[in-house]
Structure formats: C-alpha cells, structure tokens
C-alpha cells in the first residue's frame, strides 16, 4: 500500500496563503492520481483538486484560480498551494493516492485549515 504524509494546514487571517503538502511512499506505481479533497463539519468530503502522474489536473470550479496543484514526480509529492483563503475554506484537508484499476487507493491522515479574523 501507500504511505502518505501530509503537511503545511493551519490558522491563518482572510486573505492569506498556505502551501499543503503531501508526500507518498510505498507502492507508488504509475500511472497514478494525487488528489486533495476536503470536509468541514457537517458536510461530505468533496473534492478539490487532482493530478495524474502525466499531469493532468482537474479543480473543483469553484476553487479555479486560487488554488494550484501540482506535482514534483521525483519526490512522490503533490502540493496544494490556496491562495486568498477565506473562512468558508476551513475544513480538513485530506490526501488521496489512487492507482487506477487496482486496489491502491490511500489517504493521508488530514490537515486542519482554519480561516478566521
């Protein structure tokens, strides 16, 4: 399986930056998807971003142009660069590693994000 280990949450003001990271170790094959998804309480995790190992990406609508994902294949690492944070993007941030058409598919242990004033 796949080890992932996420970094890079916390508290910060409206308007501020993080960079989130999330590394991957194990049965890293390729092709693969990295993806960050998030929960805030009360609600079902969804969807943030993704990239593929050929570098694909795909964005929840909403967060195009804020926020960035990409990749740095020779470390296994994903990044989730937010930019402009508001309060309604206070969640946990979760890693996801999935290896398509096999049973490969872990996630990170989550990341708290908080935005307030």
């Known amino acids: 399986q796949v080890h992932l280990v996420e970094s890079g949450g916390g508290f910060v003001q409206p308007g501020a930056s993080l960079r989130l990271s999330c590394a991957a170790s194990?049965?890293?094959?390729?092709?693969?998807?990295m993806g960050w998804y998030r929960q805030s309480p009360g609600k079902q995790r969804e969807l943030v971003a993704t990239i593929t190992s050929s570098s694909e990406t795909n964005y929840l609508d909403s967060l195009k142009g804020r926020f960035t994902i990409s990749g740095d294949y020779s470390k296994n690492t994903a990044y989730l660069q937010m930019n402009n944070l508001a309060p309604e993007d206070t969640a946990v941030y979760y890693c996801?590693?999935?290896?398509?058409?096999?049973?490969?598919?872990?996630w990170g242990q989550g990341t708290q994000v908080t935005v307030s004033s």
């Open positions: 194990g049965s890293t094959f390729t092709p693969y998807i």
């Open positions: 996801n590693f999935k290896v398509p058409n096999t049973n490969i598919d872990s």
